[in-house]
């Protein structure tokens, strides 16, 4: 492929299997650095398999996750984190009982001993100057936030992490018009401050706006791609 010298991620002829069933047959794409690339295709296409491949949550039986030049997909979640990679689930997998601010601190786990506090203070207020109502619910527990914030909330911590790819599976799911194009003025906003973005969308045309490439999958293979910018 044209440009993939310059590729942030990059992986040629994945494979990887759920259980005995074939999730990934044969996938490669590549995505430049401050890029926003979305992932579209039907129900069970493989979407959700690839995210999990690249971050270390499915095992990749064949072929290569590359992280700007570095082999990865044969490390543990945890140091695919600590490289840079980040991972909202369409879930989004808080933890309930714990306050905003400290499943937002639970975000930068892995910084802790690397950096200073100050630091990650830093890190929350940009988080509430993206979501300001974070800053309104910062004492309340996560789950009783709407879904809405819940999901403000889920890419939130993920930024805690210090990402330089930001993996989002479906992170505007059941939002009301409004929120929508709220989340994906934030996503465009993270672009232009240098974070790369993986994204799976249902809604195309709201994720095509802001994409500077589309990947289309089925039965678990890109069957498209192309530039959408310039």
């Known amino acids: 492929m044209m440009g993939q010298n310059r590729a942030i ?24 650095q401050g890029e926003i690339a979305v992932l579209t295709g039907p129900h069970g296409s493989g979407k959700t398999a690839m995210l999990k491949a690249i971050c270390g949550l499915l095992s990749v039986v064949r072929g290569k ?46 910084r802790h001993r690397k950096e200073g506090r100050d630091k990650i203070e830093q890190d929350i207020k940009t988080v509430y100057q993206l979501f300001p109502v974070l800053k309104e619910r910062r004492k309340q527990y996560a789950g009783t936030l709407s879904g809405g914030e819940q999901r403000m909330l889920a890419i939130g911590r993920a930024l805690m992490s ?6 989002l599976d479906c992170p505007t799911l059941g939002l009301a018009p409004k929120l929508v194009k709220k989340v994906m003025g934030v996503i465009s906003e993270l672009r232009d401050q240098g974070v790369t973005i993986l994204l799976i969308e249902q809604k195309v045309r ?4 802001i994409a500077d490439r589309r990947y289309v999958m089925e039965e678990g293979r890109i069957i498209s791609e192309g530039s959408l910018s310039g």
């Open 9 to 32: 991620l990059q992986m040629n002829d994945v494979h990887a299997n759920y259980g005995s069933v074939p999730a990934l047959r044969g996938v490669s794409l590549y995505i430049r």
């Open 206 to 209: 709201t994720a095509i706006n």
């Open 162 to 167: 210090s990402p330089r790819l930001l993996l």
């Open 65 to 110: 996750v590359l992280f700007s030049g570095l082999s990865i997909h044969s490390l543990s979640p945890e140091k695919i984190v600590a490289l840079g990679i980040a991972y909202v689930d369409e879930m989004k997998l808080l933890f309930p009982s714990m306050s905003v601010i400290d499943n937002l601190i639970l975000g930068a786990y892995h």
